[in-house]
């Protein structure tokens, strides 16, 4: 089992910039590919980053490449998402989750632990 609680979200404007965190508890946390969803009212929840269980590979939704960055420090059990040049359709709930899988990272349904997730909404 492993716990997992974001935090970091927020109101921003459009342009800004936030860093969301995850904390997560339990088993090793380097067991884990970890990864960034996220869900906006009336949508379906989709991928955003993931991170490869050393940090060393990390992939990216075509609409945050270049803006959003994925990271993890393993010895503070931690997974980051630094979201720069926010945009009013990035506002969301924002979820990170853990696999041990090491395929098909961008299906939410390859995730075994989800944690509850933290509310980011950008204005215009």
């Known amino acids: 089992q492993v716990q997992l609680v974001e935090s970091g979200g927020g109101l921003v404007q459009a342009g800004d910039s936030l860093r969301l965190s995850c904390a997560a508890s339990g088993r090793t946390f380097s067991f884990y590919r970890m990864g960034w969803f996220r869900q906006a009212p009336g949508k379906e929840r989709e991928f955003v980053a993931t991170?490869?269980?050393?940090?060393?590979?990390?992939s990216y939704a075509d609409s945050v490449k270049g803006r959003f960055t994925i990271s993890r420090d393993n010895a503070e059990n931690t997974v980051y998402l630094q979201m720069n040049s926010l945009k009013p359709e990035d506002t969301a709930v924002y979820h990170c989750a853990a696999t041990t899988t090491g395929s098909i990272w961008w299906d939410p349904m390859q995730y075994d632990y989800w944690g509850q997730g933290t509310q980011v909404t950008v204005s215009s």
């Open positions: 991170i490869s269980r050393s940090g060393g590979i990390t």
